[in-house]
């Protein structure tokens, strides 16, 4: 009987010693596992240090490599995010001026020195107008969500406020792939996402058909040619809630939109469609 007793006791503490052993394991997993949550950041920026222009702002878009004239006394700059480098972004800077980081999310540019890093699979229509773009496939966002980052952390090691995505619109047109309007909707979410977690204000680029369910994730919108193809009102959410609609015309004459424009209190220029420096601004 005693014998019994003793074997039992000797079961009772093995088994004690298992079950410390097995709690100590899991506290330190459990150490182990906060230290490196707390080593990995995941907040994003909040909403007061992200830049978002005043509805009645002045500005200049020059896209071209011709020279950039500093001296304009207008309070945003938009240029290109790869011809532009970080010196001229300070000198805008230090005489108080925003600058927009221009780059295209849509399409792929041949001549852009990340060219080679978009495989062919992504790689469909040639863009009409323009025989060096081919439209992205938007719906492969494991690669071109790398790529997308990639330039805009170049934006912001350069310096730059905001991003221009242009050509977030490809839904609606012949790209060589079956784009739904729910697939550029997913796309332009997190292009808008993806500034904001970097600081980075973020503008709708044309793409007048989606303005209500995007308004609320970008900062500002940028639209080309609104009032020649009478869209100018679907922007009118923009306005309504507060945010900067900059507008941009080519073929017609100022007198034919400018009243009309600051009306609704649009920014809008008059512009040569190469976007060189030429501006006529309509206030």
């Given at each position: 009987?005693?014998?019994?007793?003793?074997?039992?006791?000797?079961?009772?503490?093995?088994?004690?010693?298992?079950?410390?052993?097995?709690?100590?394991?899991?506290?330190?997993?459990?150490?182990?596992?906060?230290?490196?949550?707390?080593?990995?950041?995941?907040?994003?920026?909040?909403?007061?240090?992200?830049?978002?222009?005043?509805?009645?702002?002045?500005?200049?878009?020059?896209?071209?490599?011709?020279?950039?004239?500093?001296?304009?006394?207008?309070?945003?700059?938009?240029?290109?995010?790869?011809?532009?480098?970080?010196?001229?972004?300070?000198?805008?800077?230090?005489?108080?001026?925003?600058?927009?980081?221009?780059?295209?999310?849509?399409?792929?540019?041949?001549?852009?020195?990340?060219?080679?890093?978009?495989?062919?699979?992504?790689?469909?229509?040639?863009?009409?107008?323009?025989?060096?773009?081919?439209?992205?496939?938007?719906?492969?966002?494991?690669?071109?969500?790398?790529?997308?980052?990639?330039?805009?952390?170049?934006?912001?090691?350069?310096?730059?406020?905001?991003?221009?995505?242009?050509?977030?619109?490809?839904?609606?047109?012949?790209?060589?792939?079956?784009?739904?309007?729910?697939?550029?909707?997913?796309?332009?979410?997190?292009?808008?996402?993806?500034?904001?977690?970097?600081?980075?204000?973020?503008?709708?680029?044309?793409?007048?058909?989606?303005?209500?369910?995007?308004?609320?994730?970008?900062?500002?919108?940028?639209?080309?040619?609104?009032?020649?193809?009478?869209?100018?009102?679907?922007?009118?959410?923009?306005?309504?809630?507060?945010?900067?609609?900059?507008?941009?015309?080519?073929?017609?004459?100022?007198?034919?939109?400018?009243?009309?424009?600051?009306?609704?209190?649009?920014?809008?220029?008059k512009k040569h469609v190469q976007l060189?420096?030429?501006?006529?601004?309509?206030?």
């Amino acid at each position: 009987m005693r014998r019994a007793k003793c074997v039992l006791m000797v079961i009772l503490q093995l088994f004690l010693s298992m079950v410390l052993l097995s709690c100590q394991q899991s506290e330190s997993q459990t150490i182990g596992l906060s230290a490196t949550k707390s080593a990995t950041p995941t907040t994003t920026p909040s909403e007061g240090t992200i830049w978002r222009p005043a509805l009645r702002s002045s500005w200049q878009w020059q896209l071209d490599d011709s020279p950039l004239d500093p001296s304009l006394h207008v309070q945003v700059y938009d240029i290109d995010g790869f011809d532009r480098d970080a010196s001229l972004v300070a000198v805008l800077h230090a005489q108080g001026t925003k600058v927009i980081c221009y780059i295209d999310a849509g399409t792929w540019e041949n001549w852009r020195p990340d060219a080679g890093s978009f495989p062919a699979s992504v790689k469909g229509s040639v863009v009409d107008g323009f025989s060096d773009e081919r439209w992205l496939d938007i719906r492969q966002l494991s690669v071109l969500e790398p790529l997308m980052i990639a330039r805009m952390n170049m934006c912001k090691a350069k310096g730059f406020d905001a991003i221009e995505p242009d050509n977030i619109d490809g839904y609606e047109n012949d790209t060589g792939f079956p784009l739904t309007a729910r697939d550029q909707i997913t796309y332009n979410t997190f292009l808008a996402n993806a500034a904001h977690q970097r600081g980075l204000s973020i503008g709708l680029k044309n793409d007048v058909d989606q303005v209500r369910q995007l308004v609320a994730l970008f900062d500002w919108t940028l639209n080309e040619q609104c009032f020649e193809y009478q869209e100018c009102d679907m922007l009118l959410p923009f306005i309504q809630a507060g945010k900067a609609v900059f507008n941009v015309e080519y073929n017609l004459a100022p007198s034919q939109f400018c009243p009309q424009a600051n009306a609704m209190n649009f920014n809008s220029l008059k512009k040569h469609v190469q976007l060189d420096s030429y501006r006529l601004p309509c206030r």
